[in-house]
């Protein structure tokens, strides 16, 4: 049996445990086909060995059930804690109408007969994450947010809402002491530039921008895709306010944003209804966001033709994540229905007398490939920079790719079965 030492990453993969979830085709066309007869039993977690093979952990059994947390669709990975024994904790979200979050703490052994364990203890009882659906989940370690100099962890969950989108915010000093809800905003109307989708805010993730000051506000984005809108908030000493907002293109709802681990004032926006990526930017003088250019289809031009049953489905358009890779120069970006990743290469000149002295210029694709699965809805980059792993809702697996560190390219490397995989997050394996 492999021992821990034999994997570069261990794979957190929370699946839906009801079916027909997450799907705006459900209702409309009865979803989009796939195999109902497998329903995902939980948090699921595998291993990643150095060539990006993927292994069952606890032979696949879940090590956090339905029954403990049901339709754990999304999770946070919290390491560092310093009360936590090996220091790592992950907070998971129920996404139920009823929504709900369980922190718990994560512990491994490894011994000859059974190979690698990993378990999930609770690391308190299951709270309310303030709204209906929550769908979304990240955490940051900040210092200075009660004025204190010590570290608190945050924790920002987006309910996506049945009847609007609601951000809501917990920390905790330790982990082991309960998690406070700290502030709670609420969304409101949408943009109904499409009347099924858009008739009230849908707050569907929250993105971290990094700011070098540990004392300087934290600043967060959260993608309203009900609202056609980045929202921008401010984080300091307690208070969280709202400092700006980005109109996206009508009807194009934003579903995810993350800044460039690089350039830090660069983002990408995926546009979920437009099936589109946009590149936006935090402006140095006010710190609020523009757009840069217009959004970039990440479907073929000639996809799909009339007699495709995918474009029935809003034509075709049902755009999921899009990531940075490490290095900052590259965008993946994942289409549902197309059931591809798009690679670009973010283009850009250098300025030396401006403060923000990367001047972003535009995206070029550089590869379309298939992610091996029908409907990609997370992908997850190691931290090194070399695998891409993608979680297929409908297809019931997970894939990984290793990237070429030179050019971007991805090529696919192995695939997993695990019923309706929703998320899937790494952490490295000499951490637990």
Known sequence: EMSLNDYKYVGLVGCYTKEGQADPFEGSHGGVPHDRSLIGEGVIAIGVDYDGRLVYLNDGAPIITAKELQNPSYLTILENVETVEGGVGVCVVSELKKGMWQPFKLSSSSNDDAGTTIRAKPAGAPMKSGGEYPCHITSARVVGFDGESRATSLLFICNYGEDEGVLSIFSSQDFESAFKPEAKFMFGDGSKADLNRQQCSHAHSTSIASTCDPYSPVDICVADLGSDAIVQFSIKSGRVRETGRLAAPQGSGPRSLMF?????????????????????????????????????????????????????????????????????????????????????????????????????????????????????????????????????????????????????????????????????????ADKL
């Open 260 to 428: 460039n681990p690089r350039h830090n004032h660069l983002a990408i926006v995926s546009l979920e209804m437009t099936g589109e990526v946009w590149l936006i930017r935090k402006r140095s003088h006010d710190g609020c966001l523009e757009g840069l250019g217009s959004p970039v289809s990440i479907l073929p031009s000639d996809w799909p033709s009339s007699d495709m049953t995918e474009s029935q489905f809003n034509l075709g358009r049902w755009a999921s994540d899009a990531l940075w890779s490490e290095d900052g120069k590259y965008v993946y970006a994942a289409a549902r229905l197309h059931d591809s990743i798009s690679v670009f290469e973010l283009k850009y000149r250098v300025e030396k007398y401006r403060d923000d002295a990367v001047v972003a210029e535009g995206l070029e694709l550089v590869q379309r490939i298939p992610t091996q699965g029908q409907t990609p809805r997370c992908l997850c980059m190691s931290d090194c920079g070399q695998f891409l792993l993608v979680a297929h809702q409908h297809s019931h697996d997970v894939s990984s790719f290793e990237r070429n560190e030179v050019n971007g390219t991805l090529s696919f490397v192995d695939r997993i079965t695990l019923p309706n995989a929703a998320c899937v997050k790494l952490i490295r």
